[in-house]
């Protein structure tokens, strides 16, 4: 059944973590900090995390500058490949490298990654039942927020590859009935200082 009323979606890489991704550094803790003061007076309904301790740290501290919202952990908002595109899918100028940043991915995740992705589609996606608009939280990996992003472009399933998230950084897409999704944050990270920004984007990004 079509939705009746208006998603907001907020997404959210984890701040930054430690070499070993066992938690956040105290550049990613104070990242996670100040998100979560920025979207002090969004009406969020919830908070959905993965259950990676970086992912999870990162809902928390972001949950401990809002009042009474409920954190959720989920398998769904996890890190993991949602879709590993065939050569013929891919430009030709770019398959080949690709394919070598897909090669290390295991059977596993070439299996259980889109059964994820297909079910991050079904519950974070599309407009809600009912007659009030709908603002969720989603504390993710990169490659969910990518993924996500390249569904609301009515982009093909590959393009998810090649968008980078940077850490806390914030992106908001609009689920409205009867009308096409619209990406309308990307990446910020205004509520950022200059130091804390573009960490996790590849340093030849960094702007």
Known sequence: MTGTA???????????????????????????TLLGRRLRDIPLAAVHHGPLPRAEQTARL????????????SDVAGDY??????RDELPQE??????????????????????????????FTGPVEGEEERHELVVTHNFLV??????????PKWRWLGLNHGNAALTVI???????????????????????RWTGFPPELHI
């Open 146 to 155: 990518a993924w996500l992003v390249r569904d609301a472009m009515y982009a």
């Open 94 to 123: 770019s398959a080949d490298f690709f394919l070598r940043f897909l090669a290390d991915a295991t059977d596993e995740e070439r299996e259980h990654g889109p059964a994820l992705a297909r079910r991050a589609l079904d519950l």
């Open 174 to 196: 609009r689920y409205a009935p009867g009308r096409p999704a619209s990406v309308l944050v990307s990446n910020d990270m205004r509520h950022l200082p200059a130091e804390l």
């Open 81 to 86: 490949v949602p879709h590993v595109p065939a």
């Open 6 to 32: 208006t998603r907001y979606l907020y997404l959210v890489r984890h701040g930054e973590a430690s070499p070993d991704e066992s938690g956040l550094t105290a550049g990613g803790r104070r990242q996670a």
């Open 62 to 73: 972001i949950g401990d500058q809002l009042e009474n919202v409920p954190l959720h952990v």
